[in-house]
């Protein structure tokens, strides 16, 4: 398997795509989504959980709206993590994760996740490197649980923006008032340690993509969401899912 | 590391052992535990599972109420597992039991615990060998996560009794008023499958023994109760815990 490095991978979209193709394209698969995802909790025999990750401004809200958010509300659910609540620090770090795992026939979404243990606490050295490697293993051996016991199918974005795309996006914030919600000076502070994250999330990607993560080149929205609804669209298609009839 | 073979370990006693010294040194331990767990709450650092397997009649309600029923219920939770309800049964096997494990401070017992889905379930069939297996394997590294991700000191205890000594107990439910709330007419069936039900115990002990299991001679209470309140007292006094001061 070879590394995963990140300043080898474009924030944008191959040139020769047109977006106004590509908009249309995916704009069809959100509609089949839904209908995909009712089949998912009618028949109840897969469980799928979507691990979204990315440094602030990449757009994480915006996929969950627009390509996750489409579907019945009743069969797919969104949990946000933040900073651990006391109680959440006074168990391991997988102990609120784990609750949070959908059931068969769910699709669940993670607004940033157990990765966070490995990424902002690492930045901030809350976490020395002994500790994350115990965690990258714990991480491992849990999404295999979830896999082997629960048929979860794991889908991992990395939302992959330019450092400059990000500068724009927090400086809007301060300017649009349907944005200026999401403002916060502390994420001008974070978007100083881009290197140290860089390099903290190659290190997250190149010991814990079994399943594999996609980096999803992130700088124009269209394309961004283009790739999440192929990959979800691609998996829940290869289920070869079945109606199950009447109860017997 | 050897095997464990439950037939060459004795369900009694040693002979000469004296019950009124023993019931004594219980007694004292007991009365310790109380403090001791007070402490553990007030430090604050570690968390203690505490896992009681047994076949019907072995005993496992009365441990609970003599020995670990006697701290402080408010530092001292008991968590019973029962056949699993649909919504458990939608998650992998151990999302119930990871949602109940302690937080730092706490002593969680568990009458029956994850080790039921690879007991019960291989004794019916409702589970073939190599899901045991993954089973097994998700089981140690659940544990490990415990131990590792949140300071939990696990330990597992197996009330070991003869079928002689079972089904007398069983049929004194059909005769006690005090005990006729346990009867249950399907125990009598299960008992029937003692060897298959050793055979499974003993491959959960010689698959899953880190950290390790401890097999309770438990044909007389007495011994039971000290063998089990020795090693919490043990494990307890052996953290070297100190009340934290006053908070800065």
Same mark, same amino acid.
């Given at each position: 398997?070879?590394?995963?490095?990140?300043?080898?991978?474009?924030?944008?979209?191959?040139?020769?795509?047109?977006? @106004?193709?590509?908009?249309?394209?995916?704009?069809?698969?959100?509609?089949?989504? *839904?209908?995909?995802?009712?089949?998912?909790?009618?028949?109840?025999? /897969?469980?799928?959980?979507v691990v979204i990750q990315g440094m602030d401004g990449s757009g994480k809200d915006?996929v969950i709206r627009?390509?996750?958010?489409? $579907? +019945?509300?009743?069969?797919?659910t969104v949990k946000s993590y933040k900073a651990p609540t006391p109680e959440e620090l006074s168990h391991d770090f997988l102990w609120r994760i784990h609750h949070a795992t959908?059931?068969?026939?769910?699709?669940q979404v993670f607004n940033r996740s157990q990765y966070e243990d490995i990424l902002i606490t690492r930045v901030h050295?809350w976490c020395?490197?002994?500790?994350?490697?115990?965690r990258?293993?714990?991480? +491992?051996?849990?999404?295999?649980?979830?896999?082997? /016991?629960?048929? @979860?199918?794991?889908?991992?974005? =990395?939302l /992959?923006?330019?450092?400059?795309?990000? /500068?724009?996006?927090l400086?809007?914030r301060?300017?649009?008032?349907?944005? $200026?919600w999401k403002y916060n000076e502390k994420d001008?502070e974070e978007?100083?340690?881009? *290197?140290?994250y860089?390099?903290? =999330?190659? *290190?997250?990607?190149? +010991?814990?993509?079994?399943?594999?993560?996609?980096?999803?080149?992130?700088?124009?929205?269209? =394309?961004?969401?283009?790739?999440?609804?192929?990959?979800?669209?691609?998996?829940? @298609?290869?289920?070869?899912?079945?109606?199950?009839? $009447?109860?017997?």
């Open positions: 398997m070879s590394l995963i490095k990140l300043s080898d991978i474009s924030t944008r979209a191959p040139k020769d795509l047109d977006k @106004t193709d590509i908009k249309k394209k995916t704009e069809k698969m959100v509609v089949e989504l *839904d209908e995909l995802q009712n089949l998912l909790f009618a028949e109840g025999k /897969h469980a799928v959980l915006g627009n390509v996750l958010g489409n $579907m +019945n509300p009743q069969g797919v959908p059931s068969k026939g769910m699709i050295k020395d490197d002994e500790t994350a490697r115990k990258m293993n714990a991480i +491992n051996d849990f999404e295999k649980l979830l896999e082997q /016991h629960n048929n @979860t199918h794991i889908l991992k974005f =990395y /992959h923006i330019s450092p400059e795309e990000q /500068h724009e996006r400086s809007e301060m300017k649009d008032p349907a944005k $200026m001008f978007a100083k340690l881009w *290197d140290i860089m390099q903290m =999330y190659e *290190d997250c990607f190149n +010991n814990c993509n079994s399943p594999a993560w996609t980096i999803v080149p992130a700088d124009q929205n269209w =394309y961004k969401e283009y790739i999440i609804a192929t990959q979800l669209h691609q998996l829940l @298609t290869g289920l070869n899912m079945q109606f199950p009839g $009447m109860k017997k």
